[in-house]
């Protein structure tokens, strides 16, 4: 297995404390919120109906799905409706002036094929 690197996304500052914003990285959307103290990172997208969750408001540590109001605590992912669903929460550093983000690449997804024609 190999160790998964961090990625720059943003310059500090980029990201307006209370607010969140969405980048790409290693084939997956990510949102990245800054609380005005400190950067967290968690799957862009809403379990629910695929909203970006980076442009939900934030508040006390939970991101509110901009769509239906979905609520994700960024410390763990969980929806705080029901802590059995849950999206990815990403490691963040600052690393000077520069925001990155630790984020294992996107798994390819299989569909089941067609069964051979009769």
């Not at 990201?15 to 084939?27: D, H, K, L, S």
């Not at 990815?88 to 630790?102: C, H, L, N, S, Y």
Request: hydrophobic share 40%.
């Amino acid at each position: 297995m190999h160790d998964v690197l961090f990625t720059p996304v943003a310059r500090v500052g980029a990201i307006p404390a209370g607010e969140g914003r969405t980048f790409e990285v290693a084939g997956r959307l990510v949102a990245v919120f800054f609380d005005g103290t400190s950067y967290s990172a968690i799957d862009d997208l809403c379990p629910h109906m695929g909203a970006s969750l980076g442009t939900g408001p934030l508040r006390d540590g939970v991101v509110v799905c901009p769509w239906h109001a979905w609520c994700f605590r960024l410390s763990d992912g969980t929806w705080c409706d029901n802590p059995k669903l849950r999206v990815d929460v990403f490691e963040t550093r600052v690393v000077g002036e520069t925001i990155e983000v630790r984020v294992p690449p996107a798994q390819p997804v299989e569909l089941p094929s067609d069964p051979a024609p009769a």
